[in-house]
């Protein structure tokens, strides 16, 4: 690689030949943009209904607000800072009492925002048609719409890193070269403060701006080698112990090691490529090979942009990582969605620039069509299961009703300070929705709850627990419809007078004591 292609453009629009179905794709969705943004528009108001889509990260979320906002920490029941950084939890913190509404709104801020910045990068880098083509890819995605529906910080980062692309594309010799680097410290706080990984951006620039200078001052390979493993490294344990949130996750990463070994960071791998970028990308769950090969090809063409720009392929390269070793879910895959897309039409334009004929030019609108459709399937999917009533009835195909109907008992017919033994993954949003704090039977907060309300089924670990303790379920005091599954919720009081008892005579006992030996 030369120090010239470090700032080489991928093909601009007017390098096209006019006959071919790239340029008659880009001239198609320029001279009707305005439409197909407006299509774009109309499926995210659709998809807009203020209802919230719970999960475990997002409740969490939620909790972590209702802390701050109350308490002014974000604390655990032990006393210990919570990992997460605290940027979205403050956010939320100020958006109100119950933040779900407000904070839907602000994620439809943050499309919007995505978008115009998404645009505004690749029409500097790539000429006006490119750019409505990855928008208008982009803005139909069906997993970006989904998280829009959701209560995380995912979206809004992703503005932030788009921002960050379309500054650091800021034309050589433009003038004010100091404004770019204030622009990217700004969107690289604003990243900072709501994800860890943003520390993966800033690795990504300067691991290619060190790349880019070493290219054009033509430094020895070997010695720009060491530079680049010696930076890297200080700049981790720098970070390391300045972060906390990352800190965190690197002994998630060690324990998740630890425990599952090779094997687990293997599979970790093959479910990112194999689900977690063919979803992002095309909206889709596929089955394993074909989604394996659409991921490896994204994600490919993603890396292979460091030809036409470093920053681009490092960044892609650099974003993997933690999806990669930790966990795969589309919604990590959003922040770099753009430069796949990007090196895939790249990609699309070498190849019918390379075999020119009817082939490669079906080829294009049939990959385009394709991806376009698979999309709309699941915007479609969420459209009608956003709308639908009663809403957690059919979201999930009611994994989260049981939860819903068991908060509002407790939050009607419990006082505040009850607690409740459960078991189950929606612990976290039980807890968001009831107000009352949630626990494991191990844990020894049940032992100093005024009020102990138990959900079974329990797992063994809670049974054995209870039976330790000699804690008895009392009769059952509401049962909810079945989930998905075919559970239902049962809710209990625990009985806890064995347990009471015997601290009162030790308690009685101690008082004896202290008596005879004054």
Not at 2 to 20: F, G, K, M, N, Y
Not at 49 to 59: F, K, M
Not at 451 to 466: K, Y
Not at 477 to 485: H, I, Q, S, Y
Request: with cysteine; glycine share 8%.
């Amino acid at each position: 690689m030369s120090a010239e292609s470090a700032t080489v453009q991928v093909p601009a629009d007017p390098a096209l030949d006019p006959a071919s179905a790239s340029a008659r794709t880009l001239a198609f969705v320029d001279r009707w943009r305005w439409w197909l943004f407006g299509v774009v528009v109309a499926l995210h108001v659709a998809a807009f209904t203020g209802r919230w889509r719970p999960g475990y990260d997002s409740a969490e979320f939620l909790i972590l607000s209702r802390k701050l906002r109350t308490h002014g920490n974000m604390r655990t029941l032990g006393g210990e800072a919570h990992g997460v950084l605290p940027g979205y939890p403050g956010l939320l913190s100020v958006l109100g009492e119950d933040p779900t509404g407000p904070a839907l709104f602000v994620n439809a801020a943050g499309v919007l925002a995505w978008l115009f910045f998404i645009f505004a990068f690749v029409r500097r880098v790539c000429g006006r048609p490119t750019a409505v083509l990855v928008t208008l890819l982009c803005g139909v995605s069906a997993r970006t719409m989904e998280a829009s529906a959701d209560v995380m910080p995912g979206l809004l980062f992703a503005t932030a890193v788009a921002g960050v692309l379309w500054a650091e594309s800021w034309p050589r010799g433009a003038g004010r070269m100091w404004l770019k680097w204030v622009v990217i410290g700004v969107f690289v706080l604003w990243a900072a403060s709501l994800r860890s990984v943003a520390v993966f951006v800033v690795g990504a620039l300067v691991a290619s701006a060190t790349m880019t200078w070493v290219l054009r001052h033509g430094v020895p390979r070997r010695l720009s080698a060491w530079l680049l493993i010696v930076g890297a490294l200080g700049a981790a344990v720098a970070v390391f112990f300045v972060v906390p949130a990352l800190r965190s996750d690197v002994f998630a990463l060690l324990d998740k090691f630890r425990y599952t070994g090779v094997s687990g960071l293997a599979a970790s791998i093959w479910e990112a490529v194999r689900a977690a970028v063919p979803e992002a990308v095309w909206g889709l769950d596929m089955s394993a090979y074909v989604g394996w090969a659409l991921g490896l090809a994204a994600l490919g063409a993603g890396v292979a942009l460091v030809r036409q720009r470093v920053f681009w392929g490092v960044l892609v390269l650099a974003m993997a990582a933690p999806w990669l070793l930790f966990i795969a879910s589309p919604r990590y895959v959003i922040p770099v969605l753009p430069l796949l897309w990007l090196g895939m039409w790249s990609g699309m334009v070498s190849i019918e620039k390379r075999w020119p004929g009817a082939g490669t030019g079906w080829a294009v609108f049939v990959a385009l069509g394709l991806s376009v459709a698979s999309n709309l399937i699941g915007v479609g999917h969420l459209i009608l299961e956003q709308r639908a009533s009663p809403f957690y009835a059919a979201f999930r195909d009611g994994k989260y009703a049981p939860a819903r109907d068991a908060a509002d008992w407790l939050r009607d017919n419990t006082p505040p300070g009850a607690r409740v033994v459960i078991t189950q993954p929606e612990r976290t949003v039980l807890t968001w929705w009831s107000g009352r704090v949630t626990l494991d039977a191990v844990n020894r907060a049940a032992e100093r709850a005024g009020m102990l309300f138990a959900v079974t089924p329990l797992d063994e670990d809670a049974h054995r627990a209870l039976k330790h303790r000699r804690w008895q379920l009392g009769v059952p005091l509401l049962v909810t419809p079945p989930d998905r599954e075919g559970v239902a919720w049962t809710l209990h009081e625990v009985d806890r007078s064995a347990t009471l008892g015997e601290a009162q005579e030790r308690e009685q006992e101690q008082d004896a004591e202290r008596v005879t030996n004054p």
